[in-house]
């Protein structure tokens, strides 16, 4: 999910930048903070997920995240995923610091679409479906952040059916995946921390 | 419902094709003698695509030739000039690399921009001219041997700075947090001062 330094084009590279930085200023306006802690511990995860590879056939897989950062923190998805892409490209040197705005972008926007899709899912008063729609959420995150990244490289140049069929293609499994553990996720927090996602007001039941 | 999605898992997986997952792509160039070995593939360990396109340039950006990859991701140029040597490969779905392979690991013995003379081997007046030339000869000899020698060490080096430790992990975590502590700090003390006149913030105010 990480696009490199260098395989992007400058206007691309401009725009993406941009975009991020609008989404920041968005997130850090509508970001409650009494929430702040919550931010912090769920760009921690993003930031260590990436580095957990998990075999997974020939191949390995890691965790994005995205669909549940997006369900739980809304619009704070673009500082938290932002500050936890600098460091990944500090420590782990993951993605660059020119592609940074756009990789925000592509991972920050589908995490914010998943919170107006499936927010009303995931505080259904049936944990089953609840969970459905977690992993739902889960997995739509991650389809939604290949078309981006497809459509990033396709604006620089390369060919964007291809580049996103073979992208959606080979994520296939990190959705599945994703969608697995967004959907467990929701359905263990609902039990124990309903709060974390806040949704303690919104229903009673159990 | 976890039944199906573990027999759905199993579908992905069987479809799954065997590259281009989110990862970095990682590659060395190593020089023995004139010929510059190098490799390129994923950080998972899978290797580049038969046939990938190695362009090679130097510093300014003049082409110096092409290569292509063979099963394993491993190529060969064989250098003409003593110039650095910068290898830039595309692996598709924004997967770029770019390797440089700098002036000093090429033998000075071949020619091109900034390559001094071969050191003069015959400074002493004793040293006769057989021994000169048999130096003049030696001298690949010997840069290829040493080149050979330290390859691995350069190439274990490469996998060493490529991967995270502990530290960089825990690191991260630390910064995270302690930014988290910085707002919540600032956000207090806009509390504490500001008082009711920042109530904009809905409901919430119970810390």
Known sequence: ?206 | MTKRLLSLLLLGWLLLPLHALAHNVIGGVYAIGDQIEGEIGFSNGDMAHEGTLVRISDGNGRELGQVTTDAEGFFVFTATERVEHHFFADLGAGHVVEMVLPLEQLPVTLAGSGSSKPAEPTKNGTTSNAEAVDLQQLQPLIEQAVARQVAPLRKELAAYKEKASLQDVLGGIGYIFGLCGLGIWLRHRQTASGGASSESRDNATGA
């Open chain 1, 1 to 206: 999910m990480h696009i490199v330094d260098g395989a992007l084009s400058l206007p691309v590279l401009a725009g993406g930048a941009a975009l991020a930085l609008g989404g920041v200023a968005i997130g850090l306006k509508k970001m409650d903070y009494d929430h702040l802690p919550q931010v912090g511990v769920l760009s921690a995860a993003f930031f260590i997920a990436s580095y957990i590879h998990l075999p997974l056939g020939f191949s390995s897989v890691h965790l994005i995240l995205n669909g549940l950062i997006g369900l739980a923190l809304g619009w704070a998805a673009f500082p938290a995923l932002l500050v936890a892409l600098i460091l990944q490209a500090v420590f782990f040197g993951f993605g660059g610091f020119l592609v940074l705005g756009v990789n925000t972008f592509n991972i920050a926007l589908p995490a914010v679409l998943v919170f107006y899709l499936c927010r009303g899912g995931i505080i259904a008063a049936s944990p089953k479906v609840a969970a459905l729609w977690g992993a739902l959420g889960g997995a739509s995150a991650i389809a939604l952040t290949t078309i981006l990244v497809a459509a990033s490289l396709a604006l620089s140049g390369e060919a964007f059916v291809l580049a996103a069929k073979a992208t959606l293609i080979a994520h296939i499994p990190v959705m599945l995946v994703e969608g697995f553990v967004t959907g467990a996720a929701v359905l263990l927090i609902r039990q124990v921390k309903p709060e974390f996602l806040n949704i303690s007001e919104e229903w009673d039941h159990d």
